[in-house]
């Protein structure tokens, strides 16, 4: 297993971070043992789980993975000092949490709490905002026209940025937290907090994690340079797009019990006749070159240049071991000659 700084924290984290968010509607107790042992087992030391989780989010499913973590922790107290846990705060416009009210610092101190005790651990290694107060170009919000920028407040969204920074301080002074990070943000959101905390002090953002893979590569370059330059780990999930990248959706396919099988709070947004046939075309790449198309898709998200740590998810313990096992893999330059002819066809397929 490979390493990599995140961010200026000091900490060496695994390019592989095991996402957890199947844990309690796809996956039980037993299988979350299963893959928890297994990744410890192959130097995963990074594991990423959040409150809002399992998935699709329900008042029901509401803490079960944390829940889940924290099972394992209690009976494997030796082995919390083995991984670097990072979880999540909801943000806004989630009725059953904190009935759907945004991330403020209140919010802040009573969920860091509340996922300490389901997590049943003293600390959390990486706490991030699961999403941004304003509405972020993510989601398939990333086309023109789907979102304004210059009717935002910028001023009332920077002093509520600031507000939980310092609730994000009073939770490192504590001890319950130690580092803190961003998720489904943009530039401009991890540069105010860069901005702020060096006015104020405050601890530095260290990480942002978004969605990032062959069919939804947005990011790049120009918030992945930002991460570059300015020290911040980036984080991508969804590596497979939501699984469609493995080809098991392909034409309407919808396998009993896969994610897509389950109501989706965005709806099946990646579900359109490009990414079907971008993925299509993925699948002729990976064939041609002797791999799956799972393993294409995963060793090309690990070889961006600026990427730290890919979150992957499975739901069973073959899926993991083929995902673990992608990261072992060097595209050549043949190969990332033909991803890239389909990748210029198919750019923003969703």
Not at 45 to 50: G, K, L, S, V
Not at 332 to 338: M, Y
Request: charged content about 25%; overall charge negative.
């Amino acid at each position: 297993m490979k390493y990599s700084k995140l961010g200026r924290t000091g900490l060496d984290v695994s390019r592989v971070c095991l996402g957890t968010m199947t844990w309690g509607t796809q996956n039980d107790q037993k299988d979350a043992d299963e893959q928890m042992a297994y990744a410890l087992d192959q130097g995963i030391n990074f594991i990423d789980t959040a409150e809002m989780y399992s998935v699709p989010p329900t008042p029901e499913s509401y803490g079960k993975t944390e829940t889940i973590i924290g099972d394992w922790n209690r009976r494997n107290p030796n082995r919390r000092e083995e991984y670097v846990l990072a979880s999540k705060i909801a943000g806004g416009g989630v009725k059953h949490i904190r009935n759907g009210g945004e991330i403020d610092g209140e919010a802040i101190i009573s969920s860091v709490d509340a996922s300490l005790a389901r997590l049943q651990t003293d600390y959390i290694d990486l706490y991030q905002l699961h999403w941004p107060n304003r509405t972020s170009p993510h989601f398939a919000k990333h086309w023109p026209g789907k979102i304004t920028f210059s009717d935002v407040d910028r001023d009332a969204h920077s002093a509520k940025m600031l507000e939980i920074l310092q609730a994000i301080e009073e939770c490192v002074k504590a001890g319950k937290i130690r580092h803190f990070g961003l998720s489904d943000d943009t530039t401009w959101g991890i540069n105010e907090y860069i901005r702020l905390s060096e006015q104020h002090d405050l601890p530095r953002v260290a990480s942002i994690q978004n969605e990032f893979s062959l069919l939804h590569a947005k990011d790049w370059p120009y918030l992945i340079e930002n991460c570059v330059h300015e020290d911040v780990a980036y984080l991508p999930w969804s590596p497979l797009a939501a699984g469609s990248l493995s080809g098991k959706y392909l034409d309407g396919a919808r396998p009993e019990g896969s994610r897509w099988t389950y109501s989706q709070r965005q709806g099946l947004f990646r579900d359109t006749e490009q990414a079907n046939a971008a993925v299509k075309a993925y699948m002729d790449v990976a064939a041609k070159h002797g791999m799956s198309a799972v393993e294409l898709a995963l060793a090309w998200c690990d070889q961006v240049d600026g990427v730290t740590s890919t979150i992957i998810g499975a739901t069973t313990l073959s899926q993991l071991q083929e995902d673990v096992d992608a990261f072992e893999l060097s595209l050549s330059d043949e190969v990332l000659k033909d991803v890239a002819e389909v990748f210029r066809q198919y750019p923003v397929p969703f």
